[in-house]
């Protein structure tokens, strides 16, 4: 079974919101964090990158659409509905990169990551708030895959 990108087919195609026949990861975290949701019975409802927040990006200034890999509907242990935005990142693209003394192509790719990303992360936490949901973001370490 081939994990890194593909075609993600639900067991249970009522609990996705959109087209259940498809789905698509672009990873192996993205793949288990679908199989979770689809199989967790506190997961109500969810959907694969269903909705777009507007941000504008500190590279060109100008504003472009994120679209966040996951919203889920969860129903918790007080039976209430909380939805969630999701985002599925290695950790060492959630926070900015170490101040070098050397600049390198590496680091200046690093830089501009944490740029776009952090300007992706505030718009979708503005998103979330305005309508009473939260934003997470699931890292490797979140996902115990480290």
Request: aromatic share 16%; net charge positive.
């Amino acid at each position: 079974m081939k994990y890194y990108k593909g075609k993600f087919k639900p067991i249970n195609p009522a609990k996705y919101k959109g087209d259940s026949t498809n789905i698509i990861y672009r990873s192996m975290w993205e793949f288990r964090v679908m199989r979770y949701f689809d199989s967790n019975q506190n997961v109500i409802q969810w959907s694969s990158e269903e909705i777009a927040i507007p941000y504008k990006s500190p590279i060109d200034g100008k504003w472009h659409r994120y679209f966040p890999d996951f919203v889920i509907k969860v129903k918790d242990k007080n039976n209430n509905i909380k939805v969630f935005v999701v985002e599925v990142k290695p950790e060492n693209q959630t926070k900015p990169p170490k101040v070098k003394t050397k600049i390198t192509k590496k680091y200046i790719t690093e830089v501009a990551t944490w740029g776009i990303n952090s300007s992706k992360f505030k718009a979708a936490d503005e998103y979330c708030k305005d309508r009473g949901w939260s934003f997470q973001i699931l890292t490797e370490r979140t996902l115990g895959i480290k």
